[in-house]
Nanobody, 119 residues
């Protein structure tokens, strides 16, 4: 069982920045993918960005160029640097971890951290 602990959400003005972090613990296998999803009010959850333990990074079109995902493999920690924030970035942000154990994938979620972009 993998436990994810997130931090860094809050209230920020448009154009501002926030940095989210998430640490995965308890995995007996390498954490292959670490990423961030978000769920805006009244909308479904969507991918923001994710990164593999091999260094690949993928971003949603809506955040590419503004958000940067990074990872510390030694600590199983993933960061999301969010710059030039917009009101439409307001959402609950969830950390996600995907672990390949043998031939089966296991997916884990954090509890979510709210981000509000408002003046």
């Amino acid at each position: 069982q993998v436990h994810l602990v997130e931090s860094g959400g809050g209230l920020v003005q448009p154009g501002g920045s926030l940095r989210l972090s998430c640490t995965a613990s308890g995995s007996t296998s390498p954490v292959n993918v670490l990423g961030w999803y978000r769920q805006p009010p009244g909308k479904p959850r969507e991918l923001v960005a994710h990164t593999t333990n091999g260094g690949r990074r993928d971003y949603a079109d809506s955040v590419r160029g503004r958000f940067t995902i990074s990872r510390d493999n030694t600590k199983n920690t993933v960061f999301l640097q969010m710059d030039s924030l917009k009101p439409e970035d307001t959402a609950v942000y969830y950390c996600n971890a995907d672990v390949l154990n043998g031939t089966k994938w296991f997916h884990y979620w954090g509890q979510g951290t709210p981000v509000t972009v408002s003046s």
